[in-house]
Every structure is written in structure tokens, then in C-alpha cells.
């Protein structure tokens, strides 16, 4: 598939992915898998305690990968939690652990029949990452992975404040136009 037939499959939205219908949700997780602050925090809420007693057999995840779950009592059939980097200054292999959580992610999505996948700003909170420098890092990949594969057939980013939502959007309208 054509890398701007993919368009189509991309979008933004301003809200709460805890609250977004989708067959997998995207959880900015940590290295250990145990719940935390911000998005992965709020996804382990509200999943209830199943998620992690699930996140608790899988030993962990390193930097760069993902893993699934069940989504519990989410509106998503699955989780998968990506763990990105904590950024650092950019020259330590930060931007290519990004992307690969990201491609593991949607691999991961494919595997299981995904149709929706909903990620968040995977970095961009206490992790420090730059919001223009990941939302290129992640657009950019996913719009490379989904020209590869099949599914999932719609990915969205579901972004928690207008700052977030409002860079991202400037970058995915860049890409579109390059």
C-alpha cells in the first residue's frame, strides 16, 4: 500500500482513552508493567484490578516493546502496553526505542485482528520526551508500518489536553503535506 493511502486510516482526537471504543487501547506503560501516574495510571483504574494481576505474570517489558493484555473493564477488547524511553538529550537511542514501541505496538494489534487502536502521547508526560519531536517519531512510524501491513484499520491518537492535541495535529498536517 501506497505510504499516503494510509491517511485515511489516521486520527486525532482531543479526550480520555480510558473512555475510547477501540479493540486496543495503547498504554504508556512502564518498564515493570505495575500501573503508575498519568495515562498508565488512569488505564489500571480503570481496567480495575485484573489488569494488574495480568501485567504481573508477564515479567516486565524493556524500553523500545510492548506487550498484550485483556482490556477488562475497558471499552477496548485489549491493551497493550508500549514502553517508550525516558528521554534524556536525544543522543541516546531515544528516538529509535520511540519508534519501536510504536511498530511493536501495531504488530502486536495485527496479531490479535485489531481493527481500532487507540494510542496515547507514549513519552511525552513524566518521561520528559519533546511533543513535537514524538508526535513526528510516532506518526511518522505508524503511517510507515500500516503502509506494510493490513491492519489495523483505523489508528488513533487520543490526546488528554489541547497542547498535546494541538502539536500533533500541526505535525500529522506536515506529514500529510510532505
Known sequence: MNRKDVWRRVSLVR?????????????AANAHLAGGGGVDGAI?????????EACSKLGGCPTGSAKITPGF????????HAVGPRYRD???GE????ASCYRVALRLAAEHHCETVAFSAI???IYGYPLEEAAHISIDTATRVLAEQARPDQVVWVLFDDRTYDVFSSVLADLKAG
Open 123 to 125: 513519552s511525552c508526560g
Open 15 to 27: 479526550g480520555d482513552i480510558t473512555r475510547q471504543r477501540a479493540d486496543a487501547v495503547v498504554n
Open 44 to 52: 489500571h483504574r480503570a481496567a480495575g484490578p485484573g489488569l494488574l
Open 73 to 80: 473493564d475497558l471499552p477496548a477488547k485489549y491493551v497493550i
Open 95 to 98: 528516538a529509535d526505542d520511540l
Open 90 to 92: 536525544g543522543r541516546h
